[in-house]
């Protein structure tokens, strides 16, 4: 396994856990891909969560809030980012949000939120996506490169590597494949790491009593949470994450 893979991580053989999750999720029916097409529509309530912008000038992250206040716009579940940002001129001033990876700060104080409302913290599940190509590129370097050392070694360990990798089982959503990890809550400490080279961070996230479910689409530059009433107003009120409330029918990651 990588060395970025959390010890208390373990890549499943069998994805029946997450069964459900594919039976719940909508397909591309419409002309928008919606929020219930990454989130199973069984929770009370949901939520926005928005993926910060970085000031061009090195100074930090910058919210959607705080971008669209210089316009007079204040974000809802279906704003793009183009209109807090200020139309196709915007990297002048931040570039964009990250895509399809929630930030690691935000990823700790999400869990932090969410953590007293599951009972299962011990047991959760987690999906990175298989096109990520850092779970193949280590292998990929040796295997493929026409300049990488061909060290017997290194080109066992990296087909051992892709062989792992090949065969593992995906759960399946709409034109996505993932692989499923076991782990408790508390290998955000780990995935939620800024130093070095930071690890892929999960796509879908949920504990096992499925209390309630965190969804970060590939190309998208927003988070969706589901989960109790309570839970929601809990992400929603916290102040280290900009969040909104959001419908299982709005349009997942709207843009201009």
């Known amino acids: 396994m990588h060395d970025w893979v959390p010890e208390d991580l373990d890549l499943r053989v069998d994805v029946a856990p997450a069964r459900w999750v594919e039976d719940r999720l909508r397909q591309w029916d419409r002309p928008h891909v919606l929020v219930g097409s990454y989130m199973p529509d ?12 970085w000031r061009q ?48 700060h935000l990823m700790l104080a999400l ?11 011990e047991a959760c599940w987690w999906c990175f996506w298989e096109g990520d190509g850092r ?10 490169s026409g300049s990488a050392p061909k060290d017997p070694e290194a080109l066992a360990a990296a ?40 690890p892929p961070r999960p796509n879908m996230w949920w504990p096992e009593d499925r209390a309630w479910f965190v969804s970060t689409e590939v190309d998208s530059i927003s988070t969706y949470v589901g989960g109790s009433r309570q839970a929601i107003d809990a992400v929603l009120s916290s102040p280290g994450i900009e969040a909104v409330e959001a419908r299982i029918d709005s349009r997942l990651d709207p843009r201009t």
């Open 159 to 198: 087909r051992r590597m892709n062989a792992v990798w090949e065969a593992a089982p995906r759960v399946t959503g709409p034109a996505r494949g993932y692989f499923l990890f076991a782990g408790p809550l508390s290998v955000v400490d780990d995935l939620g790491s800024d130093e070095g080279i930071p």
């Open 135 to 144: 779970f193949w590129s280590s292998a990929h370097a040796l295997l493929t």
């Open 42 to 53: 069984v929770f009370d309530a949901y939520a926005r969560v928005f993926h910060p912008a």
């Open 57 to 104: 000038d090195g100074t930090g992250w910058v919210t959607w809030g705080e971008l669209g206040a210089r316009l007079g716009v204040t974000p809802t579940a279906e704003t793009a980012f183009g209109e807090v940002a200020g139309g196709p001129d915007h990297k002048s001033v931040v570039d964009g949000p990250g895509e399809g990876e929630l930030e690691g």
């Open 111 to 121: 869990a932090a939120v969410l953590a007293p409302f599951t009972t299962t913290p």
